[in-house]
């Protein structure tokens, strides 16, 4: 499901960034530092927008793009009210982190890097969250949630819905 840019709703947020490459236009880095502040406004980088950012700093937007997907902090795509972040880190991938992956994905319908229709919940395929000790595990919204079993996935979800 694509949904179409809202650019009255957006306004203000708009403006926000407009005023923000007028101020940093001339810095080096300028890229960088829009597309960061594109994501905070955001919580993603609307095509539209960058689109806006290729005509206002004159840079093609096949490169606005390569830099987008190549940091990972940077998203394409609106994020779910309800993040989660499946740990598949050695500790977690050898304790069933992948097992865990696949019946979130099962229970919410969508894979990773997806977002349910509703915008409730988004997925991510994480690297190490600092918790191995309680591997698998999984964080929702900062929330860590570990010594994840199937059963136990369900009834956290739930808690979110």
């Not at 779910?80 to 740990?87: K, T």
């Amino acid at each position: 499901m694509e949904l179409k840019f809202n650019w009255e709703a957006n306004r203000e947020k708009i403006d926000k960034l407009n005023e923000f490459i007028e101020n940093n236009r001339h810095k080096d880095g300028v890229l960088m530092l829009v597309l960061q502040e594109v994501q905070e406004l955001f919580g993603y980088i609307p095509y539209e927008i960058a689109k806006l950012i290729s005509k206002e700093l004159k840079i093609p937007l096949a490169e606005i793009f390569g830099v987008a997907t190549f940091y990972s902090q940077f998203s394409l795509h609106p994020k779910g009210e309800n993040v989660i972040g499946v740990c598949l880190g050695t500790a977690c991938y050898v304790k069933g982190g992948q097992e865990i992956l696949k019946k979130i994905e099962e229970l919410l319908g969508i894979t990773v890097g997806q977002t349910t229709p509703d915008g409730r919940f988004s997925i991510d395929a994480t690297r190490c969250l600092g918790s191995c000790g309680l591997a698998p595990v999984m964080m929702i919204n900062g929330q860590i949630h570990g010594r994840l079993t199937a059963d136990r996935v369900e009834e956290i979800i739930e808690q979110y819905r």
